[in-house]
Nanobody, 117 residues
Framework: QVQLVESGGGLVQPGGSLRLSCAASKSAGAINVMGWYRQAPGKQRELVAAITSGGSPNYADSVKGRFTISRDNTKNTVYLQMNSLKLGGTAVYYC???????????WGQGTQVTGSS
């Protein structure tokens, strides 16, 4: 079973930056896609960005140009660099990993990103 450990959330001012990390356990051979989702209060969980094992990224339109997803396959780790964070951008960010066929393998426990005014 794949285990995910997230880090990097916190308090950020509008326009600020944060970097999230998510490390998958060593039993991660079936992973192809690693990604980040977020859930704001009262809203559904939504895809933020994902990246394949070959390095092809996919972004939600709302974060294009501001967020960058990357991964280190040697460490089974995915990163999300978030720049120009918006006012009110409070959400819990969840790491997610899937197989080549889109099957969910695991979700992280979530890391809180809180936008301050």
């Amino acid at each position: 079973q794949v285990q995910l450990v997230e880090s990097g959330g916190g308090l950020v001012q509008p326009g600020g930056s944060l970097r999230l990390s998510c490390a998958a356990s060593k039993s991660a051979g079936a992973i192809n896609v690693m990604g980040w989702y977020r859930q704001a209060p009262g809203k559904q969980r939504e895809l933020v960005a994902a990246i394949t094992s070959g390095g092809s990224p996919n972004y939600a339109d709302s974060v294009k140009g501001r967020f960058t997803i990357s991964r280190d396959n040697t460490k089974n780790t995915v990163y999300l660099q978030m720049n120009s964070l918006k006012l009110g951008g409070t959400a819990v960010y969840y790491c997610n990993v899937k197989t080549t066929y889109g099957t969910n393998l695991a979700w992280g426990q979530g890391t809180q990103v809180t936008g301050s005014s």
